[in-house]
């Protein structure tokens, strides 16, 4: 099932220059062309990122927040 807008993905790395680390969660904003990369909204910024670079946010895991 392919992710689309308005879901929550999972960050699957470390994007430092944001302060954003692997496991953060965001929400899809926009779906490039034929899902070549997506505009994913996170607290503090907004990204353009490769479909490699998140995962669906499973409906087991809870939100967190860290410092």
């Given at each position: 099932m392919p992710i689309v807008e308005?879901?929550?993905?999972?960050l699957t790395?470390?994007?430092?220059?944001s302060r954003l680390?692997?496991?953060?969660?965001?929400v899809v904003v926009?779906?490039?062309g034929d899902r070549e990369a997506y505009e994913v909204e996170?607290?503090?910024?907004?990204?353009t990122l490769?479909?490699?670079d998140v995962r669906?946010?499973?409906e087991?895991?809870?939100?967190?927040?860290?410092?």
């Amino acid at each position: 099932m392919p992710i689309v807008e308005h879901e929550f993905v999972v960050l699957t790395r470390d994007v430092t220059e944001s302060r954003l680390r692997r496991g953060d969660v965001g929400v899809v904003v926009h779906v490039y062309g034929d899902r070549e990369a997506y505009e994913v909204e996170f607290s503090q910024c907004v990204l353009t990122l490769r479909p490699d670079d998140v995962r669906r946010k499973d409906e087991r895991e809870e939100l967190r927040v860290r410092e």
